[in-house]
């Protein structure tokens, strides 16, 4: 099976790891299929705005570098690892209320899309790009100091038919209310330092070919989640 890590962020955004470095980090640890998905921040909420101030979001003016730039390691990550890396986003739309904050990746983009937009335009969009859209930590997260995301879930009934897969788990976490309610899955290590390589990961019984494993992650046959350790002791 293919072991992947479809929710990984860099200094693009608020990762403390750089691109490069990031993508020899996964191939040096044997993965197969990896995808960045760097924060685009709401910029009209407070929130936002000091994300963009920071340079914690990747933003339309910076798109088409941030892009290219993963294309190009991509290359190089496909030749030196065998590892197929993935360009994508975290639509981030934080706000002081749990439940009006949602956080989506969207693997495979292509262009440019908007935290600012309303959620169904941003779905829209990301279907006309034949991009996988995920929803994150969809629920009660472990993590300390954290707002959690749970607009989507609160509002699953409008959004389900939208979202390609709900992460079971993210880095620590596990959100049981994904299998209670039979959803698509998947889970990721929301990975911004080097030691989130060990977190909770998915596995994929698909060919590393970016078309089968979108198919496998919409069919959602084939998928089970592994906590990664590669015999790390803690
Ligand atoms: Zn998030
Ligand atoms: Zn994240």
């Known amino acids: 099976m293919l072991l992947c890590d479809f929710h990984i962020h860099t200094s693009y955004s608020d990762g403390s790891v750089d691109l490069r470095r990031t993508i020899d980090l996964f191939g040096q640890a044997g993965f197969d299929v990896i995808a960045i998905t760097d924060h685009v921040v709401n910029e009209e909420t407070p929130h936002g705005k000091i994300a963009n101030r920071f340079g914690f979001s990747v933003r339309e003016d910076n798109f088409s570098a941030y892009l290219n730039h993963i294309r190009e390691e991509a290359k190089r990550a496909w030749d030196k690892y065998g590892l197929l890396v993935l360009p994508g986003v975290e639509i981030t739309k934080s706000s002081l209320s749990s439940d009006q904050s949602a956080h989506v990746l969207l693997i ?10 309303d ?116």
């Open 119 to 234: 959620f169904e335009k941003i779905f829209l969009e990301a279907k006309k790009q034949d991009a996988l859209i995920i929803a994150c930590h969809p629920h009660h997260s472990s993590q300390l100091m954290v707002i959690d995301t749970l607009f989507l879930w609160n509002n699953r009934e409008k959004y389900a038919r939208y979202i390609d897969a709900w992460e079971i788990a993210n880095r620590d976490d596990v959100f049981n209310v994904i299998s209670l309610k039979r959803y698509p899955y998947i889970a990721g290590s929301d990975f911004h330092r080097a030691r989130h390589l060990y977190s909770w990961k998915t596995m994929l019984n698909c060919e590393k070919e970016i078309g089968a494993i979108k198919q496998c992650i919409r069919y959602n046959r084939g998928v089970a989640i592994t906590l990664f350790r590669n015999g790390v002791p803690f």
């Open 108 to 117: 495979d983009i292509k262009t440019f899309v908007s935290a600012t937009w």
